[in-house]
């Protein structure tokens, strides 16, 4: 089973010179080969068009979660505006499957990982989604819709600063390596993570990579 995830940036049109650049600058930081972070992502299988839509390809569907969150918290924290609400939003749909048509080139490739993902893409904005997973397991997809329901709800109240402690956390640094990083205290750092609800996440990043090791398995 593999992962695709289809995203597109909210309102892209209404940003600036300025914020489009750093959209696509701040996805590249982040998943390309040249990153000195380490991602779950093959820079042969991302894909960026007209700056606004994203797709990567993952042979390890239980990292989709962690790497659709990455993605979020990286546009989230950008900051352009002097609000605390982020600037940049992302809509992201998760799809699970078979790649039965790899090829080099993520856009040219075929399969239900990829009719998933885009298909739920197209539906979400009908119904006012903002993230979402679709598989081939109908017992699964009850389970993850009422759990990723759950976490649209925490993820409406994040703020610039939410995302980007959250961001390096995904990425695997620890509370006083990101204190260092973005320099605040390490108890900041912890009280900002309470409040973006990283312990209900950080539940449910483990749930889902054992229901889709699960499923893998089978």
Not at 106 to 120: F, P
Not at 149 to 161: A, D, F, Q, R
């Amino acid at each position: 089973m593999n992962a695709v995830i289809t995203a597109d940036v909210i309102d892209s049109t209404k940003l600036s010179r300025e914020g489009e650049d750093l959209v696509i600058k701040t996805i590249y930081d982040t998943f390309s080969k040249d990153s000195t972070i380490r991602t779950n992502v093959d820079e042969s299988y991302f894909l960026i068009t007209r700056g606004d839509s994203i797709q990567l390809e993952l042979d390890d569907a239980s990292k989709a979660l962690t790497t659709a969150l990455l993605l979020k918290t990286a546009l989230n924290k950008i900051t352009l505006l002097s609000n605390r609400k982020p600037s940049i939003d992302v809509r992201i749909a998760i799809g699970l499957g078979e790649i039965t048509g790899k090829r080099n080139n993520v856009n040219e490739s075929t399969g239900g990982a990829y009719t998933n993902s885009g298909r739920t893409l197209d539906s979400m904005k009908k119904y006012k989604r903002k993230f979402a997973v679709k598989t081939d397991n109908t017992n699964l997809d009850t389970e993850l819709e009422t759990e990723f329901k759950l976490l649209e709800v925490i993820m409406s109240g994040w703020v610039v600063t939410s995302a980007e402690v959250l961001y390096w956390t995904l990425i695997g640094l620890n509370e006083n390596e990101i204190s260092e990083k973005i320099g605040i205290t390490q108890s900041a750092i912890n009280q900002r993570k309470k409040t973006a609800g990283w312990s209900g996440i950080e539940a449910l990043l483990n749930r889902f990579e054992v229901l889709v090791s699960k499923e893998v398995a089978l």
